[in-house]
């Protein structure tokens, strides 16, 4: 079995000593430690390896200046940060310095440390990938085809040759692709931006001049699917016309749940607002009861104080499991959910005999947080709270071009026109106030988005729009 020597750099023994275990385990890596930054630099002196595996905080010197030094010094050695969960900061700089990924730590060590191998065989099977087209025309064609990434080849500004992972990537031709400009197989506005022709043109003339460009891309496939790419250009010192190398890595997914988590990181400064100021409030109520009972413990008032204490108490209670269901917002990563099953088991869990739900829904899929199913069902308990005795729940999906609006509507009194964004506001109603709040933070987190459209008088009518590429038609393999 092939093993590739990886050097991990961290300050706390005990995480070395486990993830040494962890990473050793398949065979595929041999790992040896090292407890700071300076000790890795003297190590990587003395002898090579073949990847860096590095904690980001540590004494001295950080993951980000070792990185620094490790790219000065030995070239690009794959290199891994390891980093803490909410730092998202270090990461883009990691990145923008040339790290080879990053891995955030946390959760389940097996799946954690399986995640961090995967890495670490996969950026050094894409260097040596590299550095071996370069090394050997003749073996050229057997590692082209054999690579793990799409890899494009220019001829001046043209398509004139690719690998066979391209094909099954972007689901194409041969035939179709060569003879093609990159901007024609492109977004038209790119993530820097500018046009894909404009952009590409630059990037394309910067290569050919001997400046390797890495950048992000936005393709756009013959099936009108779209990728979000890492893109890195080289020139090929090849005899005949000028020719440029791409080697493209999707990384469509790894953006949405970037996305996903950034919108969680903000999500949790604002329930640390709401906590620090809601919760110590009613602490302060329930204190100042406490006081007055002591005084006046003989006092017949005192059953006026107690019942306020069982308000307050009662109150501080559901802030806390709605703190608790707001943590839980974006902690899991977003994947689609079958819209029938989500909207079943919430109106199972209302376990009530009084709502009557018919859902018409077919077989979609939605991409959204683990949480969806609990945004249904505060849908649902709004409609038994405020429907009256026998509520109808209505749930139905519509095309709207390339997105799709869900709409839930029941047979109550509606909603006020004056009030149709209020409600969505943390605080406002007769109940908790949380309820409808939540709904639009779980569907925000990866871009749905809620609103009220019912007529007054005639019920309530929540559209979610989910745009396009955030849903798809269940074994059709894409958004429909």
């Not at 990924?101 to 959760?107: A, P, S, T, V």
């Not at 050229?140 to 085809?145: D, M, Q, T, V």
């Not at 209670?317 to 990563?333: C, E, K, M, N, P």
């Not at 869900?406 to 908790?432: L, M, W």
């Amino acid at each position: 079995m092939v093993q590739y020597s990886v050097l991990y750099v961290d300050d706390e023994p005990a995480l070395l000593e486990v993830g040494k275990i962890f990473l050793e385990r398949s065979g595929m890596l041999t790992i040896e430690t090292v407890s700071s930054a300076q000790k890795a630099l003297d190590l990587l002196g003395e002898r090579p390896c073949d990847a860096v595996i590095a904690d980001y905080q540590m004494p001295g010197m950080d993951g980000i200046g070792l990185l620094k030094e490790v790219r000065q010094r030995f070239g690009d050695i794959p290199f891994i940060l390891f980093t803490g969960r909410g730092r998202e900061e270090v990461v883009v700089e990691a990145l923008n310095r040339g790290a080879d990924g990053y891995i955030q730590k946390g959760g389940d060590s097996r799946s954690l440390f399986a995640e961090l191998e995967h890495r670490v065989v996969r950026a050094v099977e894409r260097r040596r990938a590299i550095q071996a087209l370069r090394d050997s025309e003749e073996r050229y064609r057997a590692l082209f085809e054999g690579a793990n990434d799409p890899i494009f080849i220019f001829e001046e500004d043209r398509f004139v040759d690719c690998n066979s992972k391209v094909l099954e990537t972007f689901q194409c031709t041969r035939e179709f692709l060569i003879g093609k400009t990159p901007w024609e197989l492109s977004s038209p506005v790119q993530p820097d931006g500018f046009p894909a022709f404009t952009s590409a043109i630059e990037k394309m003339q910067a290569a050919y001049a001997g400046q390797p460009q890495f950048f992000e891309w936005r393709i756009s496939t013959p099936s009108g699917k779209r990728y979000d790419v890492e893109m890195s250009a080289s020139r090929l010192d090849v005899k005949g016309p000028r020719q440029l190398q791409a080697i493209v890595r999707d990384v469509t997914a790894r953006k949405q749940t970037e996305a996903a988590l950034m919108a969680a990181n903000r999500k949790m400064h604002l329930l640390s607002g709401i906590t620090r100021h809601d919760i110590l409030n009613q602490l302060t109520v329930l204190q100042g009861n406490l006081e007055f009972m002591r005084e006046r413990i003989t006092d017949p008032v005192l059953l006026g104080y107690m019942d306020r204490q069982e308000q307050a108490i009662g109150f501080i209670s559901r802030q806390i499991a709605f703190t608790q269901d707001y943590q839980d917002l974006g902690v899991r990563t977003p994947d689609y959910q079958g819209l029938r099953e989500c909207v079943a088991r919430a109106a199972a869990d209302l376990n009530s005999r009084d709502l009557a739900l018919l859902a018409e829904v077919g077989e979609i899929e939605i991409y959204a947080d683990p949480m969806l199913e609990k945004a249904f069902y505060n849908l649902f308990e709004n409609s038994i709270r405020y429907a009256g005795p026998a509520p109808t729940v209505r749930v139905r999906c519509q095309r709207q071009g390339g997105s799709l609006i869900i709409a839930v509507e029941d047979n109550g009194s509606g909603v006020p026109a004056h009030e149709k964004e209020k409600i969505f506001i943390r605080g406002f109603g007769r109940n908790t106030g949380f309820g409808l709040f939540l709904v639009r933070e779980i569907l925000s987190t990866t871009g749905l988005a809620i609103r009220e459209t019912g007529e007054p008088g005639k019920g309530a009518r929540f559209e979610i729009l989910v745009p396009e590429g955030g849903w798809r038609v269940r074994d059709a393999g894409a958004a429909a």
